[in-house]
């Protein structure tokens, strides 16, 4: 299965100091077996930016290391082991509408069944949008569809509990095409502000970081050579606040400092960082 990574923090400085707590949770292993592909988008600089890089990888990729030298609070990524769509780019996640940068880890049921259906559900100047085949990207623009309707699709500012009523909606869309709740639906999207993401049919686990103490990322700086040497000065950053979520069946239990969000769950930050983990609402659709 595919992994899932999105992160969203208050310091573009520090994305890895933050992430170093956590490393472990960012590491493909060899022996996990062979990659479909990898990517992940960011917000920097006032651009909406992705990298993708849509090609089988049979080694070690560990997005710690991809990541570290980024300058951006919000950050979502995907490693894809493909259940729907070839090996391109256009299946290769993140996907992106405007502001919103968008990955699933997991497979809708029924998939060519309800491939019809999901398609009518959403406003067709979005249909126009879908590049490629994956279950993944039509969820997305779902998804988008919900906001459009709520009036908030080019809304910077859109509350979390809004974008995440969206999100919940397009999950309920897509269960009611399915015919039942057994679509594995890791969804996880941000417009550079808020952050949502859901926990339903694979585990996904949270850190949240407030502030850090002796920053070991910090203590080591590059000498002269190019190699690192230690530095005995503290780093403190108690300023720093982050969040990351990380989804993927294939994920040990976790340990401190990761806790797994309960199934059936919506999780929202705001902009604020404000982290709600609730039960995905009871939709209407």
Same mark, same amino acid.
């Given at each position: 299965?595919?992994?899932?990574?999105?992160?969203?923090?208050?310091?573009?400085?520090?994305?890895?100091?933050?992430?170093?707590?956590?490393?472990?949770?960012?590491?493909?292993?060899?022996?996990?077996?062979?990659?479909?592909?990898?990517?992940?988008?960011?917000?920097?600089?006032?651009?909406?930016?992705?990298?993708?890089?849509?090609?089988?990888?049979?080694?070690?990729?560990?997005?710690?290391?991809?990541?570290?030298?980024?300058?951006?609070?919000?950050? %979502?990524?995907?490693?894809? @082991?493909?259940?729907?769509? %070839?090996?391109?780019?256009?299946?290769?996640?993140?996907?992106?509408?405007?502001? +919103?940068?968008?990955?699933?880890?997991?497979?809708?049921?029924?998939?060519?069944?309800?491939?019809?259906?999901?398609?009518?559900?959403?406003?067709?100047?979005?249909?126009?949008?879908?590049?490629?085949?994956?279950?993944?990207? !039509?969820?997305?623009?779902?998804?988008?569809?919900?906001? !459009?309707?709520?009036? @908030?699709?080019?809304?910077?500012?859109?509350?979390?509990?809004?974008?995440?009523?969206?999100?919940?909606?397009?999950?309920?869309?897509?269960?009611?095409?399915?015919?039942?709740?057994?679509?594995?639906l890791n969804m996880a999207a941000s417009n550079g502000r808020i952050l949502l993401a859901t926990a339903r049919g694979a585990p996904l686990h949270c850190s949240q970081i407030s502030g850090i103490?002796?920053?070991?990322?910090? @203590?080591?700086?590059?000498?002269?050579s190019g190699a690192m040497r230690h530095s005995a000065r503290p780093f403190e950053h108690d300023h720093l606040r982050a969040v990351v979520l990380v989804g993927d069946d294939g994920l040990a239990?976790?340990?401190?400092? +990761?806790?797994?969000?309960?199934?059936?769950?919506?999780?929202?930050?705001?902009?604020?960082?404000?982290?709600?983990?609730?039960?995905?609402?009871?939709?209407?659709?």
């Open positions: 299965m595919s992994r899932l990574l999105a992160y969203i923090a208050n310091d573009p400085q520090r994305i890895r100091c933050a992430l170093h707590p956590g490393r472990e949770a960012l590491r493909h292993e060899a022996a996990d077996g062979p990659l479909d592909g990898w990517g992940f988008g960011f917000h920097g600089g006032g651009e909406v930016l992705l990298q993708r890089r849509p090609r089988q990888h049979s080694g070690e990729l560990d997005f710690y290391e991809l990541l570290g030298d980024l300058r951006t609070d919000v950050l %979502i990524g995907h490693m894809r @082991k493909a259940t729907v769509g %070839i090996v391109k780019n256009d299946n290769t996640h993140p996907f992106r509408f405007r502001s +919103w940068i968008f990955a699933h880890h997991g497979t809708v049921g029924r998939w060519e069944a309800v491939r019809a259906g999901l398609l009518e559900e959403i406003p067709d100047f979005l249909r126009r949008n879908i590049r490629g085949e994956t279950d993944s990207e !039509h969820l997305f623009h779902l998804f988008l569809g919900q906001l !459009h309707r709520a009036g @908030k699709l080019d809304d910077a500012h859109v509350a979390p509990e809004v974008a995440g009523r969206a999100m919940a909606e397009a999950l309920a869309v897509c269960d009611r095409l399915v015919g039942d709740g057994s679509s594995t103490h002796e920053c070991p990322v910090c @203590k080591e700086t590059p000498s002269g239990a976790p340990r401190a400092p +990761w806790t797994t969000v309960p199934e059936g769950s919506l999780v929202t930050v705001s902009h604020e960082l404000r982290l709600e983990i609730a039960p995905l609402p009871a939709t209407a659709t």
